[in-house]
């Protein structure tokens, strides 16, 4: 099944508290959850009559009142470089994408939080294409469900290569925060996919009051999009700086690791082309990250994916290079991420699904899109 039942609880989406919570009001004993989510997570499995350590009559009750209920697969796809990408449909005709980049000593999933994205980042396809919901946590670790089936060998699902997962595909994850966070745990779990905190990273473009939030309720890593070493500059790239400003944001950032002195967070920096990849933008970016007590932080330098309607270039080489050279000589631990994945349409910021949009901005984009082909075509 792949369409959502309204009157039954689907199960994928719970993590071991909602199954323990689920299981005690069944008048069961608590240490389901953990077999429940072992064969869902570990074994693949969708029909309760399979798990066979259950008693007749749960499985029974099972069957009736619940559902193990992922996205439809509408598209899976290879880049010639390994990288996989899956187009989800959800039950409501939104599509979403989530991508599986393999590497020599890991494999990371690159998960979507929502259907769209209300941010509007320039340099973001996923922001021109509007936003329509955030997703459930169902549909959040569906993702990881769907990928670790495909990419698992013979034994079950917890046989998969996926080593990491980053929250780093459409939307913004703490704009749908309780979702995440689920789905997080699940990701976590040892009787699901037993990932170490330090291989789940949550990315954000910075909701400040939900990173103070996110560090009571979970341990995961952190990746900020921060793209600007300034205010002016901020807001033009990611219009949510106008809400949280650079200073409240280092101050979270600072904050965000407190307690854990080996831990630090990761700057992304998107490099496009004479807008903020010069040297005297590297300069600030050193000052933003040690002035007063500084950040611990390392920085992530992403050449930019373009897009159809962009405006931005990527920076050359040369420029990520004496860009990455200013931030190391300063002593700032900088790498520059390999763009992979770019024939499936699958890099950073190319990831678009089918978003049907409830903003107006989409139709916008599509506008100029029309522009530039009737330019194009004189
Ligand atoms: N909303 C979250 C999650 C998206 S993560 C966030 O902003 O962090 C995706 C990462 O890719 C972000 O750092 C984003 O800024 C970056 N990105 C977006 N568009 C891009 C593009 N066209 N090229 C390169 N990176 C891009």
């Given at each position: 099944m792949t369409h959502?039942?309204?009157?039954?609880v689907?199960l994928?989406g719970?993590?071991?508290?909602?199954?323990?919570?689920?299981?005690t009001a069944?008048?069961?004993?608590s240490?389901r959850?953990?077999q429940?989510?072992?064969w869902?997570?570990?074994q693949?499995?969708k029909?309760p009559?399979l798990?066979?350590?259950?008693?007749?009559?749960?499985?029974?009750k099972?069957q009736?009142?619940?559902e193990?209920?992922a996205?439809?697969?509408?598209?899976?796809?290879?880049?010639p470089?390994g990288t996989?990408?899956?187009v989800l449909?959800?039950?409501?005709?939104?599509?979403?994408?989530?991508v599986?980049?393999?590497?020599k000593?890991r494999g990371?999933l690159?998960?979507?939080?929502q259907?769209?994205c209300?941010?509007?980042?320039d340099?973001?396809?996923?922001g021109?294409?509007?936003f329509?919901r955030?997703?459930t946590a169902?549909?959040?670790?569906?993702?990881v469900?769907?990928?670790?089936?495909s990419?698992s060998k013979?034994?079950g699902?917890?046989?998969h290569a996926i080593t990491?997962?980053?929250m780093m595909g459409?939307g913004?994850?703490?704009?749908n925060?309780?979702?995440v966070?689920?789905?997080?745990?699940?990701?976590?779990?040892?009787h699901?996919y037993g990932?170490s905190?330090?291989?789940?990273?949550?990315?954000?473009?910075?909701?400040?009051?939900?990173?103070y939030a996110?560090r009571k309720?979970?341990?995961v890593?952190?990746?900020v999009?921060?793209?600007?070493?300034?205010?002016t500059?901020r807001n033009?790239?990611?219009?949510l700086?106008?809400?949280?400003?650079l200073?409240e944001?280092?101050q979270?950032c600072?904050?965000?690791?407190k307690?854990?002195p080996?831990?630090y967070v990761t700057?992304e920096y998107?490099m496009l082309?004479?807008v903020n990849?010069t040297?005297t933008?590297?300069r600030e970016?050193i000052r933003?990250?040690?002035?007063g007590?500084g950040?611990?932080a390392?920085v992530?330098l992403?050449?930019?994916?373009?897009?159809?309607?962009?405006t931005?270039t990527?920076?050359?080489p040369?420029a990520?290079?004496?860009f990455?050279q200013?931030?190391?000589?300063?002593?700032?631990?900088t790498?520059?991420?390999?763009?992979?994945?770019?024939k499936i349409?699958?890099?950073c910021g190319?990831l678009?699904?089918q978003?049907k949009d409830k903003?107006?901005?989409?139709?916008?984009?599509?506008?100029?899109?029309?522009?530039?082909k009737v330019?194009?075509s004189k």
């Amino acid at each position: 099944m792949t369409h959502a039942d309204v009157n039954k609880v689907n199960l994928l989406g719970l993590s071991k508290a909602g199954l323990t919570e689920y299981f005690t009001a069944l008048g069961e004993k608590s240490w389901r959850a953990a077999q429940v989510l072992q064969w869902i997570h570990h074994q693949g499995v969708k029909d309760p009559a399979l798990m066979t350590n259950l008693s007749k009559p749960l499985r029974e009750k099972l069957q009736q009142h619940t559902e193990i209920c992922a996205p439809e697969v509408m598209f899976e796809g290879e880049s010639p470089d390994g990288t996989r990408k899956w187009v989800l449909r959800l039950a409501d005709g939104n599509a979403i994408e989530t991508v599986f980049i393999p590497e020599k000593t890991r494999g990371t999933l690159c998960v979507s939080s929502q259907a769209g994205c209300t941010l509007n980042c320039d340099f973001c396809s996923t922001g021109k294409q509007g936003f329509n919901r955030n997703l459930t946590a169902a549909e959040i670790i569906g993702q990881v469900w769907i990928a670790a089936r495909s990419l698992s060998k013979e034994n079950g699902l917890h046989d998969h290569a996926i080593t990491n997962v980053v929250m780093m595909g459409m939307g913004e994850p703490l704009l749908n925060f309780d979702n995440v966070v689920a789905a997080m745990d699940i990701m976590l779990d040892d009787h699901a996919y037993g990932l170490s905190k330090r291989r789940v990273t949550l990315s954000t473009a910075g909701v400040v009051p939900a990173l103070y939030a996110l560090r009571k309720v979970s341990d995961v890593a952190l990746a900020v999009s921060l793209h600007a070493p300034n205010d002016t500059l901020r807001n033009e790239l990611v219009p949510l700086n106008r809400k949280y400003p650079l200073k409240e944001l280092m101050q979270a950032c600072r904050d965000h690791f407190k307690d854990e002195p080996r831990r630090y967070v990761t700057m992304e920096y998107v490099m496009l082309a004479g807008v903020n990849d010069t040297a005297t933008h590297a300069r600030e970016l050193i000052r933003l990250l040690t002035e007063g007590e500084g950040v611990r932080a390392k920085v992530n330098l992403i050449p930019f994916n373009p897009f159809p309607g962009t405006t931005y270039t990527r920076s050359t080489p040369e420029a990520i290079a004496a860009f990455q050279q200013i931030l190391m000589n300063a002593g700032i631990n900088t790498i520059v991420r390999k763009t992979r994945g770019e024939k499936i349409d699958a890099a950073c910021g190319q990831l678009v699904g089918q978003v049907k949009d409830k903003t107006r901005r989409s139709a916008k984009h599509q506008q100029k899109l029309a522009a530039i082909k009737v330019i194009e075509s004189k």
